[in-house]
């Protein structure tokens, strides 16, 4: 066992998943004990709480149990008086507790938008109450939220997650004013902005979304609660006790990268969002005008005729039939300069699946694979 937060007490909310496998609460409990913290771990359930904190004692670390819903102002404060009582002290509070609903302004029900700001924000800013007190005691505090892309990002081909992306990009403001308030009394507030990891959460989705989302990471592998849970020992340890007011993505690049088309014989794919809903089978397709880089057109020939368009990544969340692509050119530009190709082949297909919020959906993809 490490000891990078040896002597220290930390505070999970949303310790225990909601399903088989290992969430990032989960994950971060672990961690957190392997290297020396006492873990309270904070949860609705009493019985999956528990069986965490046994799965720590048998790994030598040391956990005890606070069952209850900080959602409410007297449960949070009895959170943190908890963790004082039982281990003397309170150094590390990771914010985990989340929860997501599909819509968009149009459609999200009023009774979903409260429910997941108060799960997300709410309970954050109770839990940040009550804890600060206890860490301005002891001269110190490393306050952790974890948040999402779906704050940092649009996230086009889907349902909607208007309250979950409003919640999360919350939660940066949070973090930032909280970073800012308490800098000078030694306490530091940073936020985790977590990629598509495959978490229980997100496991009713199948292997066909699994995919989808592993495929969308420039890194092009899949990240877990592990991932998250490595950044949070960092950012509750004294390695980082210089850094407050830091939004960390941990998301293979997704955030920070963009796709940059190469002709180097790799093959190039983009998803074609339509608006399909509004086609008559055998209708031009048409294509957004959205670029991606600015740096590729695509004209398409769909029943005969004759649509020009830009490439984009998305889906569509109907299953109306799409048009037939006959045939796809690239129109080779940059800016206003040619940008000379190499031979290609172009692709087109018809994917089905489920959105990232579960919803039947379906999208046009061109396949464009280059030649030497």
Same mark, same amino acid.
């Given at each position: ?12 909310? *949303? ?39 046994? +799965? ?16 409410? &102002? ?19 509070? #990771? ?56 704050? !940092? ?18 939660? #940066? ?11 000078? +009394?030694n306490i530091r507030a940073n ?8 978490? &229980? ?29 490595? *950044?949070?020992?960092?950012? !509750? ?36 969002? +339509? ?10 397709? &048409?294509?957004?005008? +959205? ?35 006959r045939d796809v050119r690239l ?11 190499? &031979? ?18 379906? !999208? ?9």
């Amino acid at each position: 066992m490490a000891d990078r937060l040896k002597g220290k007490v930390a505070v999970v909310t *949303g310790a225990a998943p909601r399903g088989e496998g290992v969430g990032n609460g989960m994950a971060t409990a672990i961690l957190f004990a392997r290297e020396g913290a006492k873990v309270v771990l904070v949860n609705r359930s009493a019985e999956r709480a528990e069986k965490l904190a046994r +799965q720590i004692k048998d790994e030598g670390g040391e956990a005890a149990v606070f069952a209850a819903d900080v959602a409410k &102002p007297e449960a949070a404060e009895a959170m943190a008086d908890f963790a004082v009582k039982q281990y003397g002290r309170l150094d590390i509070l #990771h914010n985990n507790v989340g929860i997501g609903a599909p819509g968009t302004p149009e459609t999200v029900t009023l009774a979903d938008w409260h429910k997941v700001i108060e799960a997300n924000l709410t309970t954050t800013m109770l839990c940040t109450k009550y804890c600060l007190p206890k860490m301005k005691e002891g001269g110190s505090g490393s306050i952790i939220m974890v948040s999402s892309i779906a704050g !940092a990002l649009g996230l086009m081909g889907s349902a909607g997650a208007v309250a979950y992306s409003t919640a999360k990009a919350g939660l #940066h403001g949070f973090t930032m004013s909280v970073a800012a308030d308490y800098a000078t +009394q030694n306490i530091r507030a940073n936020c985790i902005v977590v990629g598509s990891v495959h978490t &229980p959460m997100v496991a009713h989705m199948g292997t066909e979304a699994r995919e989808r989302r592993r495929n969308m990471v420039p890194m092009k592998t899949e990240g877990t609660a592990w991932d998250i849970a490595h *950044g949070a020992v960092y950012l !509750a340890s004294d390695e980082a006790r210089w850094v407050t007011g830091l939004m960390l993505p941990i998301d293979g690049g997704l955030v920070a990268l963009r796709q940059w088309p190469r002709a180097d014989g790799d093959g190039i794919r983009f998803m074609l969002f +339509q608006a399909v809903r509004r086609l008559r089978p055998g209708a031009p397709v &048409p294509f957004p005008d +959205q670029a991606l880089n600015n740096d590729l057109t695509l004209r398409s020939h769909a029943k005969g005729r004759v649509s020009k368009g830009r490439a984009v990544k998305g889906c569509c969340d109907t299953l109306r039939p799409l048009p037939i692509l006959r045939d796809v050119r690239l129109l080779p530009t940059l800016r206003t300069r040619p940008m000379p190709l190499p &031979p290609y082949e172009v692709i087109p297909s018809v994917l089905r699946g489920k959105s990232a919020l579960g919803t039947d959906c379906q !999208a046009l993809s061109v396949d464009i694979r280059f030649g030497t």
